[in-house]
């Protein structure tokens, strides 16, 4: 392919060199001209493993260029990447106007030729991006519509500093984000050689994965330099216990837990977060990180309610007592708490949980019942119908897969809060539907 990179940063130049490596002819574009100079000399202007040999031999063999001149760029390119910085602004979002001013010069030099062009946004950026700020640019300068001689993807970098040659040889995926019904033939061809696995998703989806993949990273960072100054405090070697919990794949390296959704509880997270945190405190260790995790589980049963109370001062029928489904475990349950904020700000509440039922009925968890939630017990209905009856507004936290019928046969009419994304419920007809993250 005839392409041009836009950027000779560690993105841009290590782009080049591995592209060429594959065959593709290249021109790279620059703002500053010393670096332009230099890549067309055969000198890799970043400090990277491996880059040094693959400059030289691409320009060696006349497989890349570099320019100053975009609209030269274009002339001789069919798909131009864009990985100019996106750095930090003063309000901490991020500055968006090198995207901006490459994807206007891009757009009036494909105005200047006759044959369609394609533009893959290889820099990190916000959700929204695409839609919002580079397509209306490109489709405005070039005078092209989308799809009319004009294409354009997302497609996030995974590289690394320092390891970033073999990481664009073997990253973990090529992720494409692209309009609807459009299979990024061209950009999979591209990177068939790689043989990573493709995915093709919305715009948003590709911009938000990279931005959720290196704050995940600086999570799991944070998450282990703390947790290990605490347990260094009680003489225990975190570097061995951090290396065991990373052998668990079943719930600790693996999707478990990472499924955005409601509020976490039950008898054993927030109890253990909180005594993990008292141990800091015994040996005055700072952990303002891990100190957030229960504020942070608390403003999400926020954000239910206030979505609740967006729509007035109605009744609700909540499905879902317990902290999770299947279970009559009331301890530290959200599901409680928001119950509790809904009564407490005056809404007329009826719930629904088949296992709280089932456990009233036998006299299991009597005692907690009793003890804990006497003013949530009065509530308590026997069946979906008669939650909904009366009500406005559909609360579902968790429903039983033998409840799910009778729940959406009765459904109709409601305003219906979706907290754990019930495939039927999205496209039941005849409701207003929120999702809670989706
Ligand atoms: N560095 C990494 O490890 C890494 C990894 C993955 C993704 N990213 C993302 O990739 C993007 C680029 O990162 P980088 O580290 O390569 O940046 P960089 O600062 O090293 O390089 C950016 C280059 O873009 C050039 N540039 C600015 N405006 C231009 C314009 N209008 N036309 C042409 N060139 C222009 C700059 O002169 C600079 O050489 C960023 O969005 C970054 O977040 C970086």
Known sequence: MRLSVFGIGYVGVVTCGCLAELGHELVAVDIVPEKVAMLAAGRSPIVEDRIDGLIAEAVRQGRLTAT??????????????????????????????????????????????????????????????????????????SGRRLGEGLAYYANPEFLREGSAVQDFRKPPFTLIGAPPGDDAIELRALYSPIGAPVHVTSYRVAESVKHISNVFHAVKLAFANEAGGILAAYGVD????????????????????LRPGFAFGGSCLPKDVRSFLSLADRRNVAAPFLRQVLAGNQAIVERVFDLVARH??????????????????????????????????????RIYDRSVQVARLMGANRAYIDREIPHLERLMVISPQAALSGSRIAVVGHVAPEDRPALLEALAGHVVIDLAGMPDLRSHPGIAYHGLCW
Request: proline residues 7%; hydrophobic residues 45%; contains cysteine.
């Open 68 to 141: 100053g001149d975009t609209a030269a760029a274009i002339a001789r390119s069919d798909l131009s990447v864009i990985a100019v910085g996106t750095p930090s602004g003063p309000d901490g979002g991020v500055a968006l106007g090198a995207v901006e001013a490459v994807a206007a010069a891009i757009g009036r030099a494909i105005r200047a030729k006759d044959t369609p062009h394609t533009v893959v946004m290889r820099s990190t950026v916000p959700p929204g991006t695409a839609e919002e700020r580079v397509i209306p640019i490109l489709e405005r300068e």
């Open 238 to 257: 975190a570097r061995e216990a951090f290396r065991l919990l990373c052998e668990d794949r079943v719930l600790n390296i693996s999707p478990a837990y």
């Open 312 to 349: 007035g001062r109605q009744p609700v029928a909540l499905f879902g007592l317990a902290f999770k489904q299947g279970t009559d475990d009331l301890r530290e349950s959200p599901f409680v708490l928001l119950a509790e904020r809904l009564l407490g700000r005056g809404f007329e509440l």
